[in-house]
């Protein structure tokens, strides 16, 4: 747990930071097509930027977290928890119904994380992997291939 943490939304002038949104989705392209239509917070600790999520508008009822990921030196300090549940309250103070996050159907990590925030499996969009990525990609022994869509009513 960190006592020095301040989440803000990052000003439209301020540089997109690809260095970490890449971390949890490896395409630039695919970033791209989802960035300039959405919301970025980062978090800072000791004045650095050590982690974001980015809140993207789908309609007007639902909300989706497209991108959320802290740096390595700082993950598993339950730093992914807070950002998680700022998620939720300004999805809520949006006026949104619901929020919603996709991951791979090898995340185990972030789906337990998920779950354990209040997340239920609502869909699952089979070799959206394979589709979309020109790599294969391969986490914790097995291939990256479905997305598993999760949802929180607010
Ligand atoms: N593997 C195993 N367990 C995990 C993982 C993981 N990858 N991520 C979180 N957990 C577990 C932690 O062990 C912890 O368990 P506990 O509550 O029983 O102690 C719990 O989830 C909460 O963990 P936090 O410390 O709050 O999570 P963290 O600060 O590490 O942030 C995150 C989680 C954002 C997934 C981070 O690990 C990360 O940036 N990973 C790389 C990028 C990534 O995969 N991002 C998500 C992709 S999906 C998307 O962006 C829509």
Redesign the pocket.
């Given at each position: 747990m960190t006592t020095d943490l301040t989440i803000q939304e990052l000003k439209k002038t301020d540089p997109i930071p690809y260095h970490l949104l890449l971390?949890?989705?490896p395409s630039k392209i695919a970033i791209d097509k989802y960035i300039y239509k959405s919301v970025i917070y980062t978090a800072e600790c000791e004045g650095k930027c050590i982690?974001c999520y980015v809140l993207y508008p789908l309609n007007q009822e639902t909300l989706e977290?497209?991108?959320?990921?802290?740096a390595e030196e700082?993950?598993?300090?339950?730093?992914?928890?807070?950002?998680l549940n700022h998620a939720i309250g300004q999805a809520k103070l949006m006026g949104g119904k619901r929020i919603r996050?996709?991951?791979g159907n090898s995340?185990?990590?972030?789906l337990?994380?998920y779950q354990?925030v209040g997340f239920r499996i609502t869909a699952i969009k089979m070799d959206f992997f394979r589709d979309n990525y020109k790599d294969v990609i391969i986490e914790n022994g097995i291939e990256c291939r479905d997305m598993i869509v999760l949802t929180k009513e607010l």
């Amino acid at each position: 747990m960190t006592t020095d943490l301040t989440i803000q939304e990052l000003k439209k002038t301020d540089p997109i930071p690809y260095h970490l949104l890449l971390l949890a989705d490896p395409s630039k392209i695919a970033i791209d097509k989802y960035i300039y239509k959405s919301v970025i917070y980062t978090a800072e600790c000791e004045g650095k930027c050590i982690g974001c999520y980015v809140l993207y508008p789908l309609n007007q009822e639902t909300l989706e977290i497209k991108n959320i990921v802290i740096a390595e030196e700082k993950q598993g300090k339950g730093i992914g928890t807070i950002l998680l549940n700022h998620a939720i309250g300004q999805a809520k103070l949006m006026g949104g119904k619901r929020i919603r996050i996709g991951t791979g159907n090898s995340s185990i990590g972030q789906l337990y994380l998920y779950q354990k925030v209040g997340f239920r499996i609502t869909a699952i969009k089979m070799d959206f992997f394979r589709d979309n990525y020109k790599d294969v990609i391969i986490e914790n022994g097995i291939e990256c291939r479905d997305m598993i869509v999760l949802t929180k009513e607010l």
